[in-house]
């Protein structure tokens, strides 16, 4: 059974920083392109950060919204399936609900919400 559940999030000072974590399982995240997406109150859900996946010749691969490049670091630990989104010099524009997404086939984690104060 395939489960993406995410940790780590709450309130925070404009400035500072947390880190995201995904749990998977029932898969591989090593064969699988992982992402970031985050949905704010009111907006659309937007993609925040891609890492890919062992195979596409790309592997490792970073990338990043405009919006957070410079500030977020998506990484993966194999050995734990665990993605990560390391978030710092945070904003209260960054305020949203964060999601895991394995893109293909599509899997979505329950949301873990971030709030930036300022």
């Known amino acids: 059974q395939v489960q993406l559940v995410e940790s780590g999030g709450g309130l925070v000072q404009a400035g500072g920083s947390l880190k995201l974590s995904c749990a998977a399982s029932?898969?591989?995240?090593?064969?699988?392109?992982m992402a970031w997406y985050r949905q704010a109150p009111g907006k659309q859900r937007e993609l925040v950060a891609t890492v890919t996946a062992y195979g596409t010749g790309t592997y490792g691969t970073s990338n990043y919204a405009d919006f957070v490049r410079g500030r977020f670091t998506i990484s993966r630990d194999n050995a734990k399936n665990t993605v990560y989104l390391q978030m710092n010099s945070l904003k209260p524009e960054d305020t949203a609900v964060y999601y895991c997404?394995?893109?293909?086939?599509?899997?979505w984690g329950q949301g873990t919400q971030v709030i930036v104060s300022s």
């Open positions: 029932g898969f591989s995240i090593r064969f699988n392109t």
């Open positions: 997404n394995r893109p293909a086939p599509e899997y």
